[in-house]
């Protein structure tokens, strides 16, 4: 037998013819895929810590610029006990001519200013105004009479404390540079004041610089301007030690 196989084997190499397998075969490979390549991987970001919001700059209301600047100039209570009624010393000029002259104010709305060289003397009131010139006493023309209380008023308004009281209205005026130092404005109205009148305050250091109205002075009508300055303290409340008067531009008084 195995003569027998050895002889067909052998025929079958001779004839070209394969021999046909014999035993398990493997089965066949499937060719493996290249290694695909790997993006390369980011660093992971630094968290961000949520921040909070930030809250608009607070600004002061008039109200509160009020009383800064009431605390500026001596405190409220202060400025009551003080200048409720003063005696004030002056000199300067008035329409370019030098004066001195010494003022005698009560509050809310009594006044009477003595002029040394002219000898002559102004007093105010509600109900009545007059000058006298040595001896002669004048009574103020009807028309004169019946704008006095605007002076009044603003005097007793620019001793600050009085803007405090019931029905005096107080809004934003805006902020102004005034010869370089940064002021903010507050309007007021109402109450014992018979025109509405602008301040305006420094903001560094709460002192008054400037007010202005629309107004009449003797016979005459316009922008009334006041420009303080030299701020100094007078028996333990800061008050300007000059200032400048205008009517629509001119200067009326220093």
Not at 54 to 79: C, M, Q, R, S, Y
Not at 114 to 140: F, H, K, L, Q, R
Not at 230 to 253: C, Q, R, W, Y
Request: include cysteine; proline fraction near 7%; glycine fraction near 10%.
């Amino acid at each position: 037998a195995a003569l027998a196989a050895g002889n067909c084997k052998k025929k079958a190499q001779e004839s070209g013819t394969p021999p046909e397998p014999t035993g398990q075969t493997a089965a066949p490979t499937t060719p493996a895929e290249p290694a695909k390549a790997t993006e390369p991987t980011k660093p992971p970001e630094p968290a961000v810590e949520p921040t909070e919001p930030t809250e608009p700059a607070k600004v002061e209301g008039p109200a509160a610029v009020l009383d800064k600047e009431i605390e500026a100039a001596g405190g409220l209570d202060n400025l009551k006990a003080k200048l409720a009624a003063v005696t004030i010393d002056s000199e300067g000029t008035f329409f370019g001519k030098p004066y001195k002259a010494t003022t005698y104010w009560m509050a809310p709305d009594r006044m009477v200013i003595n002029i040394v060289e002219m000898e002559m003397a102004m007093g105010y009131t509600p109900e009545a105004c007059w000058s006298t010139m040595g001896e002669i006493v004048v009574d103020c023309m009807k028309e004169e009479q019946e704008y006095s209380g605007e002076g009044l008023s603003y005097m007793h308004a620019m001793n600050l404390y009085a803007l405090k009281d019931e029905g005096v209205q107080a809004e934003a005026a805006g902020e102004a540079d005034l010869g370089g130092t940064a002021a903010v404005g507050v309007k007021v109205s109402g109450g014992f004041l018979k025109m509405p009148v602008t301040f305006f305050f420094a903001k560094d250091s709460g002192l008054l610089l400037k007010a202005t109205y629309d107004g009449h002075f003797g016979m005459e009508q316009g922008t009334i301007e006041y420009v303080y300055s030299d701020h100094k303290d007078f028996d333990g409340v800061k008050l300007p030690g000059a200032s400048t008067m205008t009517l629509n531009g001119k200067e009326i008084m220093t």
